[in-house]
């Protein structure tokens, strides 16, 4: 059959299914639709209590919201006060991060040293999964092989479907540790196949941190300074969790209410990280700088950047959307800790490594952007940068490509989505059953030969 054939067909069955795609503005306007999971003010369906992760970004006072500033609590403490002991003393944060997601406590020095050897030891992929898994079916899309290749570890597992939670810690760990493995040599193959470049593939090293060996594994050469690796290993700090509403917690959370594998459940939290409105919004952000840098011809002119800006907002520049990505959050209201953190740790990096105007940019278009959204969409609440806003170009001053940037995310987020795993199998014993109510209640069976 055709493909010029197989063409025709589909477009004249979507002729046919035009109107059972479509719904009147209102049809949606009853108020017990949660369109989206979200209440009337924004706020999210409140489906259950969870003791890991914490997001609060406004506070209630008599019924309505209040702005406030952004807060991001792992088990309780707060992922600044984490972020800066470590840059203090200068250490690798993101293994104690895991340790505090999945047992639910700061480990002692003896437990911390324990665990990271357990997971040194655990980012050794099964023999022949390289060959077999990866590289005889590469992909242009990383997501889409890391999302295969966990799939995959199911015949791997000796107790795939063990629930009890001893198998589920030890899956978890495999997970968190393989995650960076998997793919860095996704990575390789896709270069080698799909880019054409040369093809290397570096084992992982047990003795060094989760930063330092993915940057190793990911370069030709290995080289990396520890500045870069404390970089990185900010990142992942940053992205590990972020409450159980995100979309990709979410996902992982309902399928583990039906009592499905973890590896399944692991498997559609990545699915669900592809999307661009999730994971892969600090790549809309970068696509935007592009052209924001291409269109305006002095970055310095704060006016010239405004009056771009104001035309990407109208829809009339940009990629038409209407959105000048980055700027605002579904909670966050004054600021976003995550994107407060990177600001402050990145401006050496950046200097370093040649892109000190582009972070500058970065901040203009954030001072710029906000009062010209607030002014032009007429917003009541306070807006502010979110962490997609500088990750992407971090991850450039970094030397790491754009097909990276999603799938590093889920090298940070897999601690926290396998966290929110064990405590829904664990403590929760309801399978998540929202309800849609269907818009035609009946029509009847027409006979073929009275068919039109």
């Known amino acids: 059959m055709s493909s010029n054939y197989i063409n025709e067909y589909m477009l004249r069955l979507k002729d046919l299914m035009r109107d059972q795609y479509t719904f009147k503005p209102t049809e949606h306007d009853d108020p017990n639709i949660k369109r989206g999971l979200r209440n009337a003010d924004g706020t999210g369906v409140l489906l259950g209590i969870t003791k890991i992760g914490s997001v609060q970004g406004y506070t209630i006072q008599d019924g309505e919201r209040m702005p406030a500033p952004g807060r991001l609590y792992y088990r309780g403490i707060s992922v600044e006060d984490i972020v800066e002991s470590h840059r203090k003393n200068k250490t690798f944060g993101f293994s104690e991060v895991v340790f505090l997601l999945l047992v639910g406590k700061l480990p002692t020095a003896s437990q911390l040293k324990e665990f990271e050897t357990m997971m040194a030891e655990a980012r050794q992929l099964p023999k022949s999964f390289v060959e077999d898994m990866i590289l005889r079916a590469p992909s242009p899309d990383i997501m889409n092989k890391l999302a295969r290749c966990v799939l995959a570890l199911y015949s791997y597992d000796d107790r795939p479907d063990d629930l009890s939670p001893e198998n589920l810690m030890r899956q978890s760990i495999e997970l968190v540790a393989r995650f960076p493995s998997i793919v860095a040599n996704a990575f390789a193959a896709k270069r080698h196949y799909y880019d054409h470049d040369s093809l290397f593939i570096h084992n992982t090293n047990p ?29 992942l700090m940053i992205h590990a969790e972020h409450g159980g509403g995100n979309n990709s917690t979410y996902v992982c959370r309902a399928m583990s209410s039906s009592r499905t594998d973890t590896y399944s459940a692991i498997a559609g939290a990545v699915g669900s990280l592809k999307g661009p409105l999730h994971g892969g919004a600090n790549a809309k952000v970068m696509q935007m700088f592009r052209d924001i840098q291409e269109h305006v011809r002095d970055y310095t002119d704060e006016d010239e950047l405004t009056a771009y800006l104001a035309k990407i907002l109208r829809g009339s520049a940009n990629d038409g959307s209407g959105k000048i990505y980055g700027l605002g959050h579904a909670v966050y209201t004054i600021s976003d800790p995550r994107c407060e953190l990177l600001k402050k740790y990145s401006r050496a990096v950046a200097e370093r490594s040649g892109h000190l105007d582009e972070f500058e940019l970065m901040l203009r278009i954030e001072k710029c952007g906000i009062p010209l959204i607030t002014k032009m969409k007429n917003l009541d609440m306070p807006i502010c ?3 997609d806003m500088y990750s992407g170009l971090i991850y450039e001053f970094l030397g790491i490509p754009q097909a990276l940037f999603t799938p590093l995310f889920a090298i940070a987020r897999v601690s926290g989505w396998c966290a929110n795993r064990m405590e829904e199998v664990l403590t929760c014993n309801r399978i998540h059953r929202p309800a849609y109510r269907a818009e035609k209640l009946r029509v009847p069976y027409v006979e073929m030969q009275d068919r039109v």
């Open 207 to 235: 003795e060094l941190s989760v930063a330092e060996d993915f940057l190793r594994m990911m370069r030709k050469d290995n080289a990396f300074t520890i500045e870069e690796a404390r970089l990185l290993d900010l990142m």
């Open 385 to 387: 940068a979110n962490v």
